[in-house]
C-alpha cells in the first residue's frame, strides 16, 4: 500500500518561504515511474497543481509561480519537499502531496492535506 504524508509549519508569515515535505511510504520516488505532485486548495476554490518532480528528477512547474516554486527530493529518506518562497494571505491553503501516473495525471494515490495559513 502507497501512502503520502504531507507535514511541515501550518502558519507561515508573509513574505516568507513555505517549507512542506512529504513523506512516502510503499513505493520509492526515484525508482519507479511515477510523478510526486503537490497540488492545493485554496479556502472555497478548486485544486490547483503547483508542480512535481518525477522518478528520474527532473521537475515541473506552474509557469506563473515557476520563480518562486521549488519542488526538491531527499531520496535517502524517500521524501519530496515544496519550497514556495514570497509568499502572501492567497497562498493559504489546503496543501497535498500525490502519486501521479504522468506530468498532470490522473493521480492515484493522496496524502491527507495540511492546512497552511498565511498570516501575520
Known amino acids: 500500500q502507497v501512502q503520502l504524508q504531507e507535514s511541515g509549519p501550518g502558519l507561515v508569515k508573509p513574505s516568507q518561504t513555505l517549507s512542506l515535505t512529504c513523506t512516502v511510504s510503499g513505493d520509492s520516488i526515484s525508482t519507479n515511474y511515477y510523478y510526486w505532485s503537490w497540488i492545493r486548495q485554496p479556502p472555497g476554490k478548486g485544486l490547483e497543481w503547483m508542480g512535481a518532480i518525477a522518478y528520474s528528477g527532473t521537475t515541473y512547474y506552474t509557469p506563473s509561480r515557476k520563480s518562486r516554486t521549488s519542488i526538491s527530493r531527499d531520496t535517502s529518506k524517500n521524501q519530496f519537499t515544496l519550497q514556495l518562497s514570497s509568499v502572501t494571505p492567497e497562498d493559504t491553503a489546503v496543501y497535498y502531496c500525490?502519486?501521479?501516473?504522468?506530468?498532470?495525471?490522473?493521480?492515484?494515490?493522496w496524502g491527507q492535506g495540511t492546512q497552511v495559513t498565511v498570516s501575520s
Open positions: 500525490a502519486r501521479a501516473g504522468s506530468t498532470w495525471g490522473p493521480y492515484d494515490y
